[in-house]
């Protein structure tokens, strides 16, 4: 646990913002899961070809986030409001999610860089679900080896608001089946495969035993010993693992801008 929400700064982060620092780079995220590169602010140019050292960016799903320079870097910003009806800020991922779990082959990692940041307001906190895996009960990791779990991008679990989809965007995002534990394709960890906010419902239970054990798993993986708070100073590039974490920000910073550069990278299934 130690290493999850790793800060580097001075040398060791200019270490691996160089072009050939992408294998460092990759080596320290599969040890913390979460980390962060902490110093100036980078342009969108120079943020997109560190994220293409880590992966291939995956268009975001919502086309009217996508940057117009750089359409691999999506705009997050509170001063998007939803385009379904009453007109009112949107503040996305409120609620613990992990990116893009309503694909079938979901983004692999995610980079932010805080362009703008409400001071000592709209912290990022992270779970570490590979901690929380080898520390849960064996009679939970019992019922859940080997099960799926089904992900729709509107589930009937929603709790955390979502952009409305464009006919194009809907036909692109079917219900999806998912393990609840996966294992890491590149380290063999085995994690947690969450996302509360996407996940419809457990195959094979009841709807209200599924709930209850989705609860149950929820509570626990976001124990606060498996949880990191970043607080985000602006030029920060925190990036994840959406295959062993998940991440909610906190939503306290009422109509202070706030505003981040993502790029997510391509994965592969969920095994
Ligand atoms: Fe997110």
């Not at 960016?57 to 379904?84: G, K, M």
Request: aromatic share 6%; charged share 25%; hydrophobic share 40%.
């Amino acid at each position: 646990m130690s290493e999850f929400g790793k800060i580097f700064e001075g040398e060791a982060r200019a270490d691996l913002l160089q072009p050939n620092g992408g294998a460092a780079l990759n080596e320290a995220l599969l040890e913390a899961g979460v980390l962060c590169l902490r110093g100036a602010a980078l342009s969108g140019g120079d943020f997109l070809a560190l994220a293409r050292r880590l992966g291939e960016p995956q268009a975001q799903l919502i086309r009217e986030h996508r940057d117009d320079e750089y359409p691999d870097v999506s705009i997050i910003s509170n001063a998007h409001v939803d385009a379904l009806g009453d007109g009112k800020r949107i503040v996305l991922g409120r609620h613990w999610h992990t990116d893009d779990s309503y694909f079938a082959v979901p983004s692999a990692v995610t980079l932010l860089h805080a362009n703008c940041v409400p001071a000592g307001k709209g912290d990022t906190l992270f779970a570490d679900t590979r901690a929380a895996f080898d520390e849960l009960p064996e009679l939970n990791k019992n019922i859940i080896n080997g099960r799926q779990a089904i992900h729709k991008y509107k589930s009937r679990r929603n709790v955390s608001p979502v952009p409305h989809r464009t006919a194009e965007e809907e036909a692109e995002t079917p219900p999806v089946s998912h393990p609840l534990v996966r294992t890491h394709p590149e380290t063999g960890r085995r994690a947690l495969y969450l996302n509360p906010n996407r996940i419809d419902h457990v195959a094979g239970l009841s709807l209200e035993d599924g709930d209850a054990l989705l609860d149950e798993l929820l509570a626990f993986a976001t124990r606060s010993e498996f949880v990191y708070r970043h607080r985000w100073q602006a030029g920060d590039v925190v990036i994840w693992d959406n295959r062993c974490t998940m991440h909610r920000v906190e939503d306290d910073f009422g109509s202070a801008p706030r505003e981040m550069m993502r790029v997510l990278l391509k994965g592969a299934v969920p095994v």
